[in-house]
């Protein structure tokens, strides 16, 4: 099991000012760590519970750019772009660029939006579910030819038309970039990621509930005829004992995840200035998790 590293907090004491060298000593950190996997929200407000819209809130695209240019070997992605917030073929743009130059670490994660509250605030339309539903899966299939270089043709949706599905230059992953879907939703996204996706991202509410989680996943892959052993489990983790610096009590959290298969636990540092509470809280724990499998 690998440790992975989400940033939600961009209030520096600092300011605005002090951002940019604490982002890059975070990433400088994740690496030290061994940490295999750095991510950002996507956002346009600061989520309510962590802040709300008066909290300052950088643009997820352009701060993983920086983090690319500042970090050599983890995987960087958004987790997880609204699928709202950015048209299909601009996003496939966006993400093939940060791909080619991280040299191929980019992940492109994708949900289905939530946030009301900031899509009316910068005037960006919010549909309803279902809709964006919709939107998601066409979003995934345009992405998806457009990183097909056989195919540069036009691409007709119920939401989305395009005249033609260029992307270049082509990523540097092959045969494109690793694609993720976030949520746990049973009938819509863990379908969406039987059918589109390399990697999923569950909540981890308890060890029971993501192995429920996995059957679904297994099932809709089934249905599919996909490979469910070819999807990578990722999960988020917000516990205590992670938070409190107790490696044991964290250790023996994950055993039962890693137990289902789950490939990289993504925890949260508490603010923004994450480097030293990575060096001293993820560290020590990224040898031990690696011997859960």
């Known amino acids: 099991m690998q440790l992975g590293l989400h940033l939600t907090k961009f209030d520096h004491p600092a300011g605005p000012a002090g951002l940019a060298p604490a982002l890059a000593a975070?990433?400088?950190?994740?690496?030290?760590a061994g940490a295999g996997w750095l991510s950002v929200m996507d956002h346009y407000f600061?989520?309510?519970?962590?802040?709300?819209?008066?909290?300052?809130?950088?643009?997820?695209?352009?701060?993983?750019?920086?983090?690319?240019?500042?970090?050599?070997?983890?995987?960087?992605?958004v987790l997880v772009t609204g699928v709202t917030y950015r048209h299909p073929g601009l996003l496939a743009k966006i993400a093939t660029t940060l791909d080619v130059l991280s040299g191929g670490r980019a992940t492109l994660g994708l949900g289905a939006a939530w946030y009301e509250r900031e899509h009316l605030g910068l005037g960006v339309p919010f549909p309803a579910l279902a809709e964006r539903f919709e939107r998601l899966e066409e979003t995934l299939r345009i992405c998806l030819q457009m990183w097909d270089g056989d195919d540069d043709g036009p691409f007709e949706g119920t939401h989305y038309?395009?005249?033609?599905?260029r992307s270049a230059p082509a990523s540097v992953s092959t045969p494109?970039?690793?694609?993720?879907?976030?949520?746990?939703?049973?009938?819509?996204?863990?379908?969406?990621?039987?059918?589109y996706a390399d990697a999923c991202n569950l909540f981890a509410s308890s060890a029971a509930e993501v192995a429920h989680k996995l059957d679904v996943l297994r099932a809709h892959c089934d249905e599919a005829g996909r490979d469910y052993e070819r999807i990578r489990k990722t999960m988020l983790f917000v516990g205590d004992s992670i938070r409190d610096g107790d490696t044991d009590a964290f250790v023996a959290d994950m055993a039962g995840y890693a137990k289902l298969g789950v490939d990289t636990v993504i925890v949260v540092?508490?603010?923004?200035?994450?480097a030293g509470w990575i060096d001293s809280h993820c560290a020590p724990a990224v040898p031990r998790l690696a011997e859960l499998g």
Request: hydrophobic share 40%.
């Open 269 to 274: 540092p508490p603010d923004a200035e994450p």
């Open 26 to 32: 975070a990433g400088e950190a994740a690496e030290s």
């Open 176 to 195: 494109r970039p690793e694609i993720m879907i976030g949520g746990g939703g049973e009938r819509k996204t863990l379908r969406l990621v039987a059918r």
């Open 46 to 77: 600061q989520m309510e519970n962590n802040g709300g819209a008066e909290a300052a809130m950088l643009e997820a695209y352009t701060t993983l750019g920086f983090l690319a240019a500042r970090t050599s070997s983890v995987r960087l992605g």
């Open 161 to 165: 038309s395009l005249a033609e599905t």
